[in-house]
C-alpha cells in the first residue's frame, strides 16, 4: 500500500461543502469488505480525496483498497460508488479526474469479473451512477470529458441511453481528444451488447470511417473492428493501416483511448485485432518499413505478438524482422534479434544477416544476436562466446528470466550455453576458468549448471567440480558431477559427498538435488529413498518424490502400490502426469497409466495451454508405445491448427510451442512404430 497518511483535518475542508457525500458516515463500512479487511478506513479516504492538497493521494489509496489489481469488486467498491460520482461532479474538486479513472477501473472490472466475485449491491449502483456520469460528458473541464467515457463504455444495461447521450455530445464537441474518446465509447457500447438498437449507432460509425479527419477514420475502424460480432472484415485492418501511417497521434494523448507514442498507440491498435491473426499480421507487416524508428518499434512489438500467438504469421513477417537487424535505431535492432532467438530453427534462413549482427556497435544487440545463432546451434557463435566468456562484461545476465513480455534485457547464460553442448570442447576451458575465479555464488552457481547441462561433455572438468565440494555452490556441483560422471567409481569422494546428501539444513529444493546427485554417482538410493519416499504423503513435496521414483524404475517397485494410489486419488495434472509415468516405469504395465495421461494431454485441447505436465504426459506416452494407441487422436489434436497452445505473448512461447510439437511429433512416431 502507499505511504499517504490521514490529516487531523481531511473530515473538515472540502468533505463537508461536496454535494452527494452528506451520507457518507451513515453507511457501515466496518460491515464491509476491500482487498485489505474491513472498509472502515474508506470514509476518510472518500473525504479526503476531497481534499486540494491531498486529494491526488487519497485517490490512489482508495484504488489500492477498493479496486486493488481488478479482477473482482467488493462490497465496499458498491457502497463507495456514489461517493466516488459525487466528487467527479464537481467542480471544486481537483482529483476528480483521478476519480473519474477510479470509476473506470471498477467498471471495466465489473463487467469482465466472474459474476460470483461481484458484490451483489454492484448492479443496482452502476445503474445509478450512470445517470449522473452521462452529465460530465457536457462538463466545462475537457479533462472531465476525455475520461468519462471509459467509464460509460463498460454500460451493458443502459446502453441505449448512453448511445444517445455520446452522440448528442457529438454535435457540440470541440475537443479532438474528446471526439476521439466518444467514438471508442460506442464502440466498446457494440462489443457484443444485445438488447438495444445498434443499426444507427453502426451507421454512425461507418459514416466517420470515410470521413475527411485521419485520426477519426482511425477511431472508427478501431471501433467497428470492437463492434464486429459478424466475422473478419479484412478491409478494416487495411483501413486502420492507412490511417496509422498518415493520422495526426497528437489527440490520441489526451483521449481514453489511446496515445500519442506511435509504439503503445500501434500496440493498442493491435490489440483490438484480437483473434484475427491475417489482421494482425497485415498491420505488423505494413509498420515495419515506416519511416518513423517508433512506429517500427511498435511494428516490431507487434511482430511478437501475433507470432506468439498464431504459427502462420511467422513465414511472414520474419523476413520483415530480420531486415531490422540493420536498423538506425539500436533498440529495433536488438529486439529483432530476440525476436528471432525467440523463433529458434525457424530464423536460420538469416543466420548469415545474425553472425554479421554479432559484431553491432551496440552491444545489447550483439548479444542477442550471438543467442539467436546458439538457438541455431550455427559454430559462428563460438567466437563471440568465446569472447564473451574471457572479457569482464560477460553480455549475459548470471539468472535467467520468467518473467512474461518480450524483452531485450539479457538473457541468461544458463540460456545461451546450455543450447550448445556439441561446442562444449571449444567452449569448456573458458567456463572452467570462470568457474574458477568466480567471486560470487550466482556465478558459481550458474556455470556449474552450465557443465551440468553439457553432461558428459564437461567431464574434464571434474577437478574443478571437486574443489568447488567445499564452497556455497557444493549442491550443484555436486550435481553437475552426477551428469558429467568421473573417470572411474574410485575418484568419487565419498566422504564429501555424503554429508551433502544427508545435511538436513538446506532448503527442500537443494536437498532433492543432492540426494538425487549422490544416486547417480554412487548408485546408492537409500538417502534419496529416505527423504522423498515419506513425501509421498506431503501435497507439497509429492510430485518430486513421484519423480524420482520414476528415475529409479524397477528398482522401486515396491512402492508400486502407492504410487498407485497417488495417481487415482491425483486431482492436478502435475500428479497425474507424475503418478502416471512412474507407476508405468516402475511396474512396466501401462494398463493404468494411460487413460490419465489421456486425460491431461485432452486438457491441452480443451483449454488451450501447455503446462509443464502436458510435455511430460506427452513424452510418457511416446515412451510406453504402441500400447498407447488410444492417445493417438488427442495427440493429434493437440498440435493440430494454427493458434500455439501457449501463454501468448512472452519470450519464450514460441519455444514452448516448437517443444510441444516436437515432443508430439517423436511420441507419435513411438506410438506407431513408424
Not at 479533462?143 to 471509459?150: D, I, L, S
Not at 504410487?563 to 487415482?568: C, D, G, K, N, Q
Request: proline share 6%.
Amino acid at each position: 500500500m502507499g505511504k499517504f497518511r490521514m490529516g487531523a483535518d481531511v473530515a473538515g475542508g472540502r468533505r463537508g461543502g461536496v454535494v452527494g457525500l452528506e451520507g457518507l458516515d451513515a453507511v457501515a463500512w466496518a460491515s464491509l469488505r476491500h482487498a485489505y479487511g474491513s472498509a472502515g478506513n474508506v470514509p476518510q479516504l472518500v473525504g479526503a480525496a476531497a481534499d486540494p492538497g491531498g486529494g491526488q493521494a487519497a485517490v490512489h489509496e482508495l484504488s489500492l483498497r477498493i479496486y486493488h489489481q481488478g479482477g473482482c469488486v467488493y462490497s465496499a467498491a458498491s457502497a463507495a460508488l456514489p461517493f466516488l460520482v459525487a466528487l467527479a461532479a464537481d467542480r471544486e474538486v481537483v482529483a476528480r479526474v483521478a476519480v473519474v479513472e477510479l470509476v473506470g477501473s471498477l467498471a471495466r472490472a465489473a463487467r469482465k469479473a466472474k459474476p460470483h466475485v461481484v458484490d451483489p449491491a454492484w448492479p443496482a449502483a452502476w445503474a445509478q451512477a450512470v445517470g449522473r456520469l452521462v452529465t460530465l460528458l457536457d462538463d466545462d473541464d475537457p479533462a472531465v470529458r476525455r475520461r468519462v467515457g471509459y467509464p460509460l463504455a463498460q454500460t451493458v444495461a443502459g446502453a441505449d441511453a448512453v448511445w444517445s447521450a455520446v452522440r448528442r455530445r457529438w454535435d457540440v464537441e470541440d475537443d479532438d481528444a474528446v471526439r476521439l474518446g466518444l467514438v471508442a465509447t460506442v464502440g466498446q457500447l457494440l462489443r457484443g451488447r444485445a438488447g438495444w438498437e445498434q443499426a444507427e449507432a453502426r451507421r454512425w460509425l461507418a459514416e466517420l470511417r470515410v470521413g475527411s479527419d485521419r485520426a477519426q477514420r482511425l477511431a472508427a475502424v478501431v471501433a467497428l473492428r470492437r463492434a464486429g460480432t459478424r466475422g473478419v472484415d479484412a478491409s478494416l485492418a487495411e483501413q486502420a493501416l492507412t490511417a496509422l501511417r498518415e493520422a495526426d497521434l497528437h489527440p490520441w494523448g489526451q483521449a481514453w483511448c489511446g496515445t500519442d507514442r506511435p509504439d503503445a498507440m500501434i500496440s493498442w491498435v493491435d490489440g483490438q485485432w484480437g483473434h484475427d491473426p491475417d489482421g494482425r499480421t497485415l498491420l505488423a507487416a505494413g509498420l515495419l518499413e515506416h519511416p518513423d524508428a517508433a512506429f517500427r518499434s511498435g511494428a516490431l512489438c507487434a511482430a511478437a505478438e501475433v507470432t506468439s500467438r498464431w504459427r502462420s504469421p511467422t513465414p511472414v513477417l520474419l523476413p520483415l524482422v530480420a531486415e531490422r537487424l540493420t536498423d538506425p535505431e539500436a533498440e529495433n535492432r536488438a529486439f529483432a534479434a530476440c525476436l528471432l532467438a525467440a523463433c529458434g530453427s525457424q530464423a536460420a534462413a538469416w543466420a548469415d544477416q545474425l553472425a554479421r549482427a554479432c559484431a553491432d556497435v551496440y552491444l545489447p544487440a550483439a548479444d542477442l544476436a550471438v543467442f539467436a545463432l546458439t538457438r541455431l546451434g550455427d559454430p559462428r557463435c563460438v567466437a563471440p562466446l568465446l569472447d564473451r566468456l574471457t572479457r569482464p562484461r560477460l553480455g549475459f545476465a548470471l539468472n535467467s528470466h520468467h518473467g512474461g513480455g518480450w524483452w531485450t534485457r539479457p538473457p541468461g547464460i544458463l540460456d545461451v550455453l546450455s543450447g550448445v553442448p556439441q561446442y562444449a570442447t571449444q567452449l569448456l576451458p573458458a567456463v572452467r576458468a570462470r568457474l574458477r575465479t568466480a567471486t560470487t555464488f550466482d556465478e558459481r552457481r550458474t556455470f556449474t549448471r552450465v557443465l551440468a547441462a553439457w553432461g558428459s561433455a564437461s567431464a574434464t572438468a571434474y577437478e574443478d567440480l571437486l574443489d568447488l565440494l567445499d564452497s556455497d555452490a557444493a549442491v550443484w556441483a555436486l550435481h553437475a558431477l552426477a551428469a558429467a560422471g568421473l573417470p572411474d567409481r574410485a575418484a568419487i569422494p565419498l566422504a564429501r559427498i555424503r554429508p551433502l546428501a544427508a545435511d538436513g539444513r538446506l532448503p527442500a529444493s537443494a536437498r532433492h538435488t543432492a540426494v538425487r546427485a549422490y544416486w547417480r554417482l554412487t548408485g546408492d538410493a537409500q538417502p534419496a529413498l529416505d527423504l522423498l519416499v515419506p513425501q509421498l504423503d506431503d501435497r507439497y513435496h509429492e510430485a518430486q518424490a513421484l519423480d524420482f521414483l520414476a528415475e529409479l524404475g524397477t528398482d522401486a517397485h515396491r512402492y508400486a502400490d502407492r504410487v498407485r494410489a497417488l495417481l487415482h486419488s491425483a486431482d492436478h495434472p502435475w500428479i497425474t502426469a507424475s503418478a502416471a509415468t512412474a507407476l508405468w516405469r516402475v511396474t512396466g504395465d501401462p494398463s493404468d497409466s494411460v487413460g490419465p495421461l489421456i486425460a491431461v494431454v485432452r486438457k491441452l485441447t480443451e483449454h488451450g495451454r501447455v503446462w509443464p505436465p502436458t510435455i511430460r504426459a506427452i513424452g510418457t506416452l511416446g515412451e510406453i508405445g504402441p500400447p498407447a494407441a488410444d492417445a493417438l487422436p488427442v495427440l493429434r489434436l493437440a498440435v493440430a491448427g494454427d493458434r500455439r497452445p501457449v501463454d501468448p505473448g512472452q519470450w519464450d512461447s514460441i519455444t514452448r510451442d516448437d517443444e510441444l510439437q516436437h515432443v508430439t511429433a517423436v511420441a507419435l512416431h513411438q506410438i506407431t512404430d513408424r
